[in-house]
């Protein structure tokens, strides 16, 4: 977890470990001897560093909810943490050099991140320093999506955040939409700014035209334990998968939807799982959109993929059950396919070999939008705005019951 170092004077290491099954922090003596768990509980220590006077650890931790991030004072020679954060959302504290003084840097779910200074002691008043967003954007009738539980097949409940007609005041449309988030390991469904924000508003939008949308932490995302991050190992595109299915399941149980008018859209990681799911369960869903994504995992990252499928001459059962290409016979619902062709990340080749067996394949209702001049993460407002135009009109034209009206 890239948190750990040297206790002061000669009292050992310290250090962050999933060792009870959740990240917490240890500390030991310098010949591994002494081990003690210094926190403890269903949830996160996200960061750990000692301030300067290195008499205490400033942490940042989900200690009240697994959707919430707050910032406490730990003593390193013991005794009860000091939460210094209050009010519910993400909060990502930085000590000034003397100690007197905390720069915090506070999001909400409907609200950016911005700058607040306060004094280091719990309940204290946080002052506003910056205001980004502008008076019109501000001026949006952005929601704070609620967050659900979706009972998945195997009895477990997993988290997703949820945007629907209603909450924007207009009729739903019969159909849906679930957004998969990319990265793998991330953490998505919380109380506080998504690093979607783009995702965030386009949820608006599908919303406002009668959309309900399931934006999903499937099986391997963070903020859940160990349990849950290792859940995909040898197997990408099988319990994080299913997670996504459960969701069309839940949206047909819970809002009438049919499985023919549920959507699936998501980048990178989410692009694969996007392709996976048309390619595997395509009975549980009408149509998707996938971004930058992998299509080969032998194609892909070393130091990633090796982490959770082993190597490729080791385990050749885990990259072939875990890659889209392999399965790419079982498409048959309409299929938007989009990759920057300056893809460093994920190289544009690969989604150039999966056109090439569709191709092969006499497979119909696919489509490939390419950008000549993007990476991984564009960059140009244009090709944002023509992807999106492309994922919505792709679901306009297949998913909904009834047209919302034209504007």
């Known amino acids: 977890f890239g948190c750990g170092g040297w206790l002061p004077e000669d009292q050992g290491v310290w250090f962050v470990s999933e060792a009870d099954g959740w990240a917490h922090l240890y500390t030991m003596a310098a010949d591994g001897s002494g081990r003690v768990q210094r926190t403890r509980g269903s949830f996160e220590v996200m960061s750990a560093q000692l301030v300067p006077d290195r008499r205490e650890w400033l942490l940042h931790t989900s200690e009240p909810s697994v959707y919430e991030r707050h910032a406490y004072l730990a003593p390193v020679r013991g005794g009860s943490m000091t939460r210094l954060t209050g009010p519910v959302g993400g909060h990502t504290v930085v000590p000034s050099p003397d100690g007197r003084m905390l720069a915090n840097v506070y999001s909400e779910a409907n609200r950016p991140p911005e700058l607040f200074l306060q004094p280091p002691r719990a309940n204290a008043t946080m002052q506003q320093v910056t205001t980004s967003p502008t008076t019109e954007w501000m001026a949006g009738p952005w929601i704070v999506p609620a967050i659900v539980t979706i009972p998945a097949e195997d009895g477990v409940p ?58 999903i932490d499937y099986r391997g995302s963070a903020g859940y334990g160990r349990d849950w991050r290792t859940a995909i190992y040898r197997h990408m595109g ?7 299915v459960d969701g069309a399941r839940y949206l047909q149980r819970e809002f009438g939807i049919a499985p ?43 130091g990633y993929t090796a982490s959770i499928l082993n190597e490729p001459q080791a385990d050749s059962v885990a990259y072939r059950r875990s890659s889209p290409i392999y399965f790419a016979e079982g498409l048959d619902d309409p299929l938007l396919i989009a990759h920057g062709m300056v893809d460093v990340n994920v190289h544009f080749q690969d989604v150039v070999r999966l056109a090439q067996r569709l191709i092969e394949l006499g497979k119909t209702g696919w489509e490939m939008a390419v950008y000549p ?35």
Do not use: K
């Open 158 to 215: 997993v988290p997703a955040r949820i945007y629907r007609p209603e909450d924007m005041g207009v009729e739903a449309n019969g159909a849906a939409v679930i957004f998969v988030h990319g990265a793998g390991y991330l953490h998505n469904v919380h109380n506080y700014w998504s690093s979607y924000y783009r995702e965030y508003m386009f949820h608006h939008l599908l919303a406002s035209r009668g959309y309900v949308v399931l934006d």
């Open 373 to 407: 001049v993007e990476d991984h993460g564009f960059v140009r407002p244009d090709s944002w705005t023509d992807e999106y135009r492309r994922i919505l009109e792709l679901f306009d034209r297949h998913l909904p019951l009834r047209r919302p009206p034209t504007e």
């Open 238 to 244: 099988g319990r994080d998968l299913m997670d996504q």
């Open 260 to 302: 023919e008018r549920v959507g699936i859209y998501g980048g990178s990681y989410g692009g694969f799982i996007t392709l996976m799911a048309l390619f595997t369960q395509g009975q549980y869903f009408g149509a998707g959109a996938a971004l930058r994504s992998v299509t080969d995992w032998a194609h892909y990252n070393h």
